[in-house]
């Protein structure tokens, strides 16, 4: 089974989402995410992005970010996958600025599943073609089509 399919859902799925700094894109993220998860308060997910951040930047390089973070009212993982309208820096390895985040929330108390999801997230965005059929989905449909439907 392709990972993303089991993380995913259309309401959390953006194409070309404006910002202008991560704390922006995190603001976004917050509000999809507490809008889709009422269990989930836009203040805790938000907080807990910038606090996972503050330990070290989740940039990968080439353009992608994979912030994630273990938070105490969520019940089970999800994601939020977001192309930009405009690349942000994001302190990437490589100094490139992002264009592509899938934000991960996973329970608190899943550390092992919590690595094993990231593990497969970072396979996924390491192959070069999903990056490029992900940067040219023209809408949230196609995004998430793309994405949860892609075979490596």
């Known amino acids: 089974m392709q990972i993303l399919s089991t993380l995913l859902t259309p309401g959390r799925t953006v194409c070309r989402a404006p910002g202008i700094s991560q704390k922006r894109i995190f603001e976004t993220a917050a509000r999809i995410i507490s ?29 992608i970010a994979i912030p994630h973070c273990r938070v105490s009212n969520c019940t089970h993982a ?10 942000i820096d994001f302190d990437a390895p490589d100094g490139k600025p992002v264009d592509m985040l899938f934000i991960l929330l996973v329970p608190e108390e899943a550390q092992q599943q919590h690595l094993d999801i990231l593990a ?21 449909q196609a995004l ?9």
Do not use: H
Not at 41 to 62: H, W
Not at 120 to 140: E, H, K, M, N, P
Not at 144 to 152: E, H, K, V
């Open 35 to 63: 809008d889709d998860q009422l269990s989930l308060p836009y203040e805790l997910v938000f907080s807990s992005l910038i606090a996972r951040e503050k330990l070290g930047s989740t940039g990968l390089g080439n353009g």
């Open 78 to 87: 999800i994601g939020t996958l977001m192309t930009l309208e405009n690349p």
């Open 120 to 140: 497969g997230i970072a396979g996924l965005f390491s192959q070069s073609d999903f990056c490029t059929q992900v940067r040219a989905a023209d809408s949230a």
């Open 144 to 152: 998430f089509a793309t994405a949860t439907n892609w075979n490596s």
